[in-house]
Every structure is written in C-alpha cells, then in structure tokens.
C-alpha cells in the first residue's frame, strides 16, 4: 500500500518557466543600462546560453549552470566584471516571481489528509522560496550533502530513506519521463507522469499513472489503491 507521495518540482509544481523569463529580462534591462554594446543582444541570446550551458555541464548543480550562462550572456556585452551582481539580479527576480501552478495547493492539502508528502528536485527552487513553504513531511535538494542528481539510483535511495517506507510504498510524481518515471521505477518505486502538454507517452515507457494536473492526482491514487486490493484479494 502506498503511504507517500514525492514530487519533483519544476514544471510539476512549480511553473517555472514565467519567473526563469522575467529574471532573463530583468538581465537584458540592466545590460542595456550598463552599456550600449548590448542593445545587439537579445533575449533568446540569454535562452540559448543556458541551453548550450546545461549541455555541457548536466550533472553541475543548477545555480552554477545559471552562473555560466549568465557569464557567457555577460561577455556578448564586454560586462563580464559585472557576474555577481547580475547574478543576484537575476536569482532575486527568479524567486520573486516563482509560483506554484493554480492546481498545487489544493491538490497537496487533499491529498496531506491520507498520505505523508515528499519533495525532492535536481534543481534550486527550495520549497520556502516558492510559495510552498510547510507543505512537505520532508525535502531533498540535489547536491545537498553529496546528493546526485536524477536520474542516479542515489537519489532514489536518498528519497526512500527519508521517506522511512519501503521503496514500493513510496511514489514519485513528476514531469520528465526520464528522470521521474522510468528512474524512479528502476529503483523501486512507482511513479506517475504529470503530463501537463498532453504528450504522447512513448510505447516503451509504463508509468504507474499519468495526470494532466495535480488536480487529478487523488482520483488516479483512489483507482490505483482499487487495483492493488483487487490484485491482492486474488492471491491464494
């Protein structure tokens, strides 16, 4: 029987995306100040710095990804003595902006009624700076006391620990296949694709469950605990 449920954050709890642009932009706005050189550069400039970053450097810690790109951003303009306070500019803007999705929190306090909630992310939006302060039994951050990202086995163990269940009470919610489903169950546990874009899932990957919003995450749990009674009351 499943007792807890984790969830990744970016883009399944969090809509990041709207605060990562409005940092980029407040960037764009202080190099323009800083010096004429950057009315050329653009802001897909900045998106395609941190694309071409993050290639190159996927298992780095996020918030040092977000450095070099913003360093690599910086140097288009010839501002590159201006990296720590653009930086901070930019992470400042980033977390003010930083919400949950309209479906999370209603969601997470139906479902903190039956299960014990779990957060655990690859990335740097800590639960406290984006407007979900309190909601979890437990939190796990990537690179955090020796902590891998996802999709390392590590992770997965680290989740399992914390959550003090066995792996296969434990289920993991969350928007990459890769990472969130298909990982999670290599170690153990089951998992639900949050599939907020309605894509097509790929004919080699089974997730436990998959959801359109956190909404609908109670109902698919309610049916999943009916199939798991029904396939134990044919046990002999």
Known sequence: MLTTIVFDADETLIDLRPAVT???????????????????????DLESDWAAVFGESTAA???????AALARSLS??????HLDDIA?????????????FPDVLPALAVLRQRWTLGFATNGNSRAERC???GEFAFELYAHENGLPKK??????????????????????V????????VAAQRAGLRAVWLNRSGLPCPADVFPDGQVST????????????????ADHSRVP
């Not at 407040?26 to 897909?44: G, I, K, Q």
């Open 22 to 44: 409005g940092g980029l932009v407040a960037v764009l706005e202080a190099m323009r100040r800083l010096t004429p050189a950057a009315v050329d550069v653009s802001l897909a």
């Open 61 to 67: 810690p996020v918030t040092e990804i977000r450095r």
């Open 76 to 81: 288009r303009a010839g501002l590159d003595a």
């Open 88 to 100: 901070s500019l930019f992470f400042a803007r980033r977390f003010a902006l930083t919400r949950p």
């Open 131 to 133: 407007g979900l302060a």
């Open 151 to 172: 999709p390392a086995v590590e992770f997965y163990a680290a989740v399992v620990e914390a959550a003090g269940v066995p792996a296969s009470r434990v289920l993991y």
């Open 174 to 181: 969350g928007d990459s296949l890769d990472h969130d489903v």
């Open 214 to 229: 956190v909404a609908e995450l109670p109902g698919l749990l309610a049916d999943m605990a009916g199939e798991f009674s």
